[in-house]
């Protein structure tokens, strides 16, 4: 078995997760005061009770649905906007300071002016998170077309491909690298800012609990709520974008004869 297989990756990913998990616990003893870090066991043990309660799954939910809208719409925009400023030069003059602008302009000046000018609903707290991460996502994928090559696109064009089979068999595979780093920063970046939109003005989700037991001073139900997603975040990466990306990537492998 190859050392860089799935089942092997999947070990060192437990064995690195269970050593993190021992640095917490003897962080937790060594300051023996849990209402400032609380140990493994208590925060599992709240964790429990608010799946119980039904607390918790609801408001995981309410956060998730937020990140997934937020993710779709970011990553929809932003590579449409990547792919079209990194083939149009033009585009890519006039509206590459655009990029810049919004890159620099902080998540919680976006966040406010959108409660601002939207209001306090979930129309205003999706699309500030979705304009936090669309210019992200443009930069990146736009590096990724600079970078095709253009050996290919010329044999592509030697064969007289259509749009859509030069765009599946040429572009995209060189492109998934960009597109799958711009969906992990994008998840990792997209649940932190959902998490303040929460904090600001919404009455559920994992941001609202947290803001909730900040007021009461509740170490332990932060981290239950906090790694309950943190939790959910890792399945996704291992469970879903890290299979995808070995399938997408399988003709990158070296042939075994």
């Keep these: 078995m190859s050392i860089s297989s799935p089942q092997n990756q999947a070990i060192v990913v437990v064995i690195s997760l269970a050593g993190l998990v021992a640095l917490w616990a003897g962080a937790a003893w060594w300051g023996a005061d849990p209402t400032v870090l609380p140990s493994p066991s208590e925060v599992w043990s709240i964790f429990v009770s608010e799946t119980a309660s039904g607390e918790l799954p609801r408001h995981v939910l309410a ?12 990553m929809a925009f932003g590579v ?4 079209s400023m990194g083939m149009n030069d033009t585009l890519n003059r006039w509206f590459g300071a655009w990029l810049v602008v919004l890159l620099n302009v902080p998540a919680l000046v976006v ?15 999706i699309t500030a998170v979705a304009l936090n991460k669309t210019a992200m996502v443009a930069v990146t994928v736009r590096e990724g077309v600079h970078a095709l090559d253009p050996k290919l696109r010329e044999m592509s064009q030697a064969y007289r ?5 030069r765009l599946r068999h040429v572009i995209l595979p060189q492109l998934w690298p960009y597109l799958a ?3 992990r920063n994008g998840l990792a970046i997209i649940w932190k800012i959902v998490l303040v939109v929460e904090f600001l003005g919404r009455s559920d989700g994992v941001g ?3 803001h909730l037991y900040f007021q ?3 170490t332990g139900y932060v981290l239950a709520y906090a790694l309950s997603f943190v939790a959910l975040m890792l399945v996704l990466e ?20």
């Design 63 to 74: 956060t998730l649905r937020r990140v997934l809208l937020a993710f779709i719409l970011a």
């Design 80 to 83: 449409v906007i990547g792919i």
């Design 111 to 125: 966040i406010v002016l959108c409660y601002l000018w939207i209001g306090l609903n979930e129309v205003a707290a």
């Design 161 to 165: 491909m259509s749009v859509l089979t």
């Design 181 to 183: 780093s711009s969906t």
């Design 208 to 210: 609202f609990q947290i």
């Design 216 to 218: 009461l001073f509740e």
């Design 238 to 257: 291992y469970g879903v974008i890290g299979v995808v990306e070995r399938r997408a990537t399988r003709w990158r492998q070296p042939r075994t004869s």
